[in-house]
C-alpha cells in the first residue's frame, strides 16, 4: 500500500508542478514575464517538497528519479512505476489546462500551450546543451541536498530556488524544459512542431539527471572534507 502511496504522490506532484508552472506562462507570461514563471515552478516546488517530499521524495521529475537510481537509492521497478505516475500527471495537467484555452476563455500567452522548443531564440545543438546543462544543475542540488544531515529542513528552499534558476535563464530560450514530464503532457495537445522536438527535451535533461548522479558523489566527498576539518579546527579552538 506504502508504494502506491508514493506513486499517486508522484503523480499529484507533477500535476501540481506541470499545472501551475505551465499555467503560470500560459496565463501570464506577457504580463507577467519571466520572473512570474520563473517564480511560479520555484514556489510550487518548494510546496511539493515539503508536502509529497516525506512520502515520495518529491521527484515529480523523471530526470531526478533516473539521477536517483543512478544514485542507488530507488529500484529500477520503482523508477519506472516513478516515470510513468510523473508523465500521466503531467498529461492530465496539461489537459486541463488545453481545456482551459479551448472552452474558458483562457488566452494563452505562450502561443503553444507553454511548449518547450528551439528555433526562434536557440538552435537545436543548443538547446540540447541549455538543457542539459540546466537539469544537472537542479538534479544536482536535489541529490546533495536531500542527502545532507546537517539542515534539512532547507532542502525544499534550495530546491525551488534551484528550479527557478532553470527557468530564469531558459524560458525565453527553450521553455526551459528541465523535466521530460513537463516537456511531454503540453506537447501531447499542442502537437505540431511541439511534438516534432520533443525528443530533445525529453533525452537531453535524462541526460543532465544522469551526469548529476555521476558528479554528486565528488560533491558529497568534498562537503564531507569540508565539514569534518571545520568541525577539526573548531575543536582546536581556532
Known amino acids: 500500500m506504502s508504494d502506491y502511496r508514493r506513486y499517486?504522490?508522484?503523480?499529484?506532484?507533477?500535476?501540481?508542478?506541470?499545472?501551475?508552472?505551465?499555467?503560470?506562462?500560459?496565463?501570464?507570461?506577457?504580463?507577467?514575464?519571466?520572473?512570474?514563471?520563473?517564480?511560479?515552478?520555484?514556489f510550487v516546488m518548494v510546496a511539493?517538497?515539503?508536502?509529497?517530499?516525506?512520502?515520495?521524495?518529491?521527484?515529480?521529475?523523471?530526470?531526478?528519479?533516473?539521477?536517483?537510481?543512478?544514485?542507488?537509492?530507488?529500484?529500477?521497478?520503482?523508477?519506472?512505476?516513478?516515470?510513468?505516475?510523473?508523465?500521466?500527471g503531467a498529461t492530465v495537467a496539461a489537459f486541463v489546462l488545453w481545456a482551459l484555452t479551448r472552452w474558458g476563455d483562457v488566452a494563452d500567452q505562450t502561443g503553444a500551450l507553454g511548449t518547450n522548443g528551439y528555433g526562434a531564440h536557440i538552435n537545436r545543438g543548443g538547446a540540447a546543451v541549455l538543457e542539459v546543462i540546466l537539469t544537472f544543475l537542479f538534479v544536482l542540488v536535489v541529490l546533495v541536498v536531500t542527502s545532507r544531515s546537517?539542515?534539512?529542513?532547507?532542502?525544499?528552499?534550495?530546491?525551488?530556488?534551484?528550479l527557478a534558476a532553470t527557468q530564469l535563464v531558459g524560458v525565453t530560450l527553450t521553455g526551459a524544459a528541465v523535466n521530460p514530464a513537463r516537456a511531454f503532457g503540453p506537447a501531447v495537445f499542442e502537437g505540431g512542431v511541439a511534438l516534432r522536438q520533443l525528443w530533445v527535451f525529453i533525452v537531453f535533461p535524462l541526460l543532465g539527471g544522469a551526469l548529476a548522479a555521476l558528479v554528486a558523489p565528488m560533491v558529497m566527498g568534498a562537503q564531507r572534507h569540508y565539514w569534518g576539518g571545520h568541525d577539526k579546527s573548531v575543536g582546536r579552538g581556532t
Open 48 to 88: 511539493l517538497v515539503y508536502t509529497i517530499g516525506p512520502l515520495s521524495g518529491s521527484h515529480v521529475n523523471p530526470a531526478v528519479t533516473l539521477g536517483v537510481l543512478l544514485s542507488g537509492k530507488i529500484s529500477v521497478i520503482g523508477a519506472v512505476a516513478y516515470w510513468i505516475a510523473q508523465f500521466v
Open 8 to 42: 499517486a504522490a508522484e503523480f499529484l506532484g507533477t500535476l501540481l508542478l506541470v499545472f501551475f508552472g505551465v499555467g503560470s506562462a500560459v496565463a501570464a507570461r506577457v504580463q507577467g514575464g519571466v520572473v512570474v514563471v520563473a517564480l511560479a515552478f520555484g
Open 150 to 162: 546537517e539542515n534539512p529542513g532547507t532542502a525544499g528552499l534550495a530546491i525551488g530556488l534551484a
